[in-house]
């Protein structure tokens, strides 16, 4: 190891350095650094760059004759050196011929910094607080830590500066789980830090889950206006593992996303075209376990109903259809509404168009009765099977003609879908 530069103070000779760390091939940071030296009597002045044992690397300024109080104001460029810890030593000799160093550390520091988000404690939670903790090792310490919070398909909902350190090796935050001072809805969150080091060295952190659970206020919607002219499709049950991966491929290839509303037997049935979802960023809501009638069930049947399902997606990939519901059918009363919302589900998404899909009708014939029923804001009803599959090119591109453009619910909802309410 490369022996410490050691600080050293004089009453008569003083070094500022600013930045105290730099990075020398930077472009859009500071890229060196800024020396100014003040001396309290007159004398001849030298400032040198130097090692820790003290070899002089650079001259920054030839001894020459200084007035006392005079800020004498020099720049190191870092050209040349490696990265390390380095020296700026000013060496003053007075009228009366007596030396006074003073020597100001300096750090050079082109890498990046490395990182690392330990997991939230707790994991799972209900209303918070969790404490977010973050470390580096790198040579000029954090400068600034600020947690990225997403959704599980990488929707950015919002930033939290974290306290750094005094160390600078570290940044910790008790978060309360808001932004823009609104309450997380239940879901899985995806938690990362970007940084920079003293230097200005960017970097992001790993990733970290987070799942809020906790029972919140249900409510049923049809469509979802005021968005735009944009229309939702949203797909059932996926029966079909074939089907189901053939509609992501569609929507990929289209430029655009989609919803699946999957029953938990078919989670299970197929997780590659689970997992292939929500790589896809496709948006998945809870579409019960095995698609019941849920006004037949007891409210403890149906609470069955939607934690089956909620509990494959989270053993398949980590997720969780929160906080968007569709009973099977369509069918629901107060109980299931209850339920849902007991089970952390926001919404219940019904739709405002059915082109009945479920009987084949020829892809012209199901083309046509999305696109003549469709209006900015529809929510239509759909299922994964061979037939609809195979239509889902030609839905979209007619849908575009008709100036709407297909998104998933994540999209039409944006932000608000995770965050509670505003209080009125």
């Known amino acids: 190891m490369p022996r410490a530069v050691v600080p050293a103070t004089s009453t008569t000779v003083s070094v500022a350095v600013a930045p105290h760390a730099f990075n020398p091939v930077a472009t859009s940071r500071a890229h060196r650094a800024t020396v100014t030296v003040e001396t309290t009597v007159d004398g001849v002045l030298s400032i040198e760059v130097v090692t820790g044992t003290g070899v002089a690397l650079a001259t920054l300024r030839a001894p020459a004759q200084t007035t006392a109080g005079l ?24 009228t009366a011929g007596a030396t006074s160093d003073s020597v100001t550390p300096v750090i050079v520091d082109s890498a990046s910094p490395r990182i690392v988000v330990a997991a939230a404690t707790p994991e799972r939670t209900a209303r918070g607080p969790v404490t977010v903790d973050v470390s580096t090792t790198d040579r000029s310490g954090l400068s ?20 750094i350190q005094a160390d600078s090796s570290h940044a910790t935050l008790s978060w309360n789980l808001r932004l823009r001072k609104r ?15 003293g230097a200005g060295n960017p970097a992001t952190s790993n990733s ?30 996926c029966v079909s593992g074939q089907a189901w991966l053939s509609i992501i491929k569609s929507f990929k290839l289209a ?24 790589a896809a960023g496709d948006t998945i809501g809870s579409h019960t376990w095995s698609h019941p009638q849920m006004p037949t069930l007891s409210s403890a049947a149906q609470a069955s109903q939607i934690q089956g399902d909620k509990d ?57 009765k999305v696109t003549s029923h469709a ?38 909802f944006g932000v608000a879908a995770y965050l509670a309410p505003q209080p009125r």
């Open 183 to 197: 309450l997380l809805l239940p879901g899985v969150y995806h938690l990362s830090v970007a940084g920079a080091d």
């Open 208 to 237: 970290r889950i987070l799942l809020v659970d906790r029972a919140v206020t249900n409510t049923v919607l049809y469509s979802y206006r005021g968005v735009g002219r944009v229309i939702g499709l949203a797909f059932d049950d």
């Open 312 to 368: 494959i997606w989270w053993q398949v990939a980590k997720a969780s259809p929160m906080p968007f519901f569709r009973p099977p059918y369509g069918l629901h009363n107060a109980t299931t509404d209850a339920v849902a919302g007991s089970k952390g589900f926001a919404y219940s998404v019904l739709w405002d168009v059915d082109p009945s899909d479920y009987l084949y009708p020829a892809p012209a014939v199901l083309v046509e």
């Open 71 to 94: 800020p004498i104001v020099v720049r190191w460029a870092g050209t040349g050196v490696s990265d390390g810890t380095y020296g700026i030593r000013a060496t003053l000799v007075d």
């Open 375 to 412: 209006r900015a804001g529809s929510i239509v009803v759909m299922h994964v099977n061979a037939n609809t599959a195979a239509t889902v090119p030609a839905l979209i591109a007619a849908l575009r003609r008709n100036g709407l453009e297909p998104k998933s619910l994540d999209e039409m």
């Open 255 to 278: 430029k655009a996303h989609t919803t699946f509303f999957c029953n938990g037997v078919n989670v299970r049935a197929y997780p590659q075209a689970a997992r292939a979802t929500l």
């Open 144 to 163: 600034r830590a600020v947690l990225t919070v997403t959704n599980q398909i990488g929707t950015r909902l919002g930033t939290v500066r974290m306290p």
